[in-house]
C-alpha cells in the first residue's frame, strides 16, 4: 500500500497538530507514508525518529521555487505523484487543484475535506471528520521523539545539570503580536529565581525585534541564560528535553516541546485558544482581562508575569 498525505498549512505548529492524524492513517493501514508540505514546516528537522513517514516531498509554490505553481506546475506535480504510484491520498484541506491533480495522477482512492469549505474550518476537528470516512477517532496529542544518546549529548555539551530547574524559554514568533515584550520575560526570570536554582534556554529566531528581546534578557540575566539562536531546529530539540519545562509565546517551539512531553505554558496573545490547548502538555495563558483570545486580541501587553509564575510552580510541584 502506498499512501500519500497532503497537508499544505505553512507553519510548523500547523505541521505538528497533524502529526497525530497521519500516524493514525499509518497505523491503519500498516505502512508508512508520504507527505506532500511545504519547505516552510520544516519538518524534516523534528520528524526523523517518526517511522510512520518514510518520504517527504517538499510543495514548492515559492519565491525561490515554483516548480509547482501556476499551470505548468500543476502538470510537474501530477507527473511526480503519478510516478510513485500512490494507492491512496490524504488531502487535509478543501483546495480542488489537489483534488484534481491526484485524480489525473491516477490515484484511485482520494480522501479528503469537503471542497471549497475553509472559511471557518476548525484545524482539529476538519482532520478528525476526515478520519472518521476511514473509521478513526482520533484525540489531538501529538508525540515526536529525540534519541536518549542526543539527550545525553545535549546536556553534556551545555553543561545542562539535573539538580537546576532548566526552563525552556520561547521567545520568538511568527509575528510581532505573538511576541511578549522582553519585560514579561524578565518580570518572570526574577520571580522565578527568588525561589528556585534556575536556568533558562532562551529559542528564537534571527529576526530583529526577536534578536532585541533576546539581547534585553540576556543584559540582565546572561549568567542563568543559554542562547539558542544560532541552532537549528533538530539541535534545540533534545535541550528541550533536558528542560523541567517550556514557556513560550504562541510559537513552533510551544508546539515541539509539548510534542516532546514537557510541560509547556503557552502565552496566548493573538491567536485562537485552540492553538495553546490542543495537547495535555498545554497549559495556556490568556491576557488579564480577557475571557478568550483569537486573533486580533492584540493581548501580549496584558500577559502577567505572576501569573505564568504561579502556573510555574503548580507544575514544577
Known sequence: MNILVIQNRMGIGDMVIFLPFIEAIAKKYNTSVTLLIKESTKAREYTNNLNFIKKIIYLKRNKKNDLHNGLSGFFNLKNELKNNSFDKVFIFNSSIRYRLICKIAGIKNIYQYPLFDKKGQHVIEAAQNLLNKIDLNIESNPQIKVNESSIKLAAHKYSIKKNKINILLGIGGSGPTKR??????????????????????????KNKEEQLILNNILSSYREICVSLDNNSISEILPI????KISICNDSSFSHLSAALNVPTIVLMSDTPLLYGSYSPNMYPIIPDGME???HNSNGKEKINPEKIYKKFNLIIS
Open 180 to 205: 511578549m515584550p522582553a519585560e514579561k520575560f524578565k518580570e518572570f526570570i526574577g520571580l522565578a529565581i527568588k525561589n528556585h536554582d534556575c536556568m533558562f534556554y532562551l529559542a528564537t529566531g
Open 240 to 243: 528541550i528535553k533536558n528542560c
Open 292 to 294: 478568550n483570545v483569537s
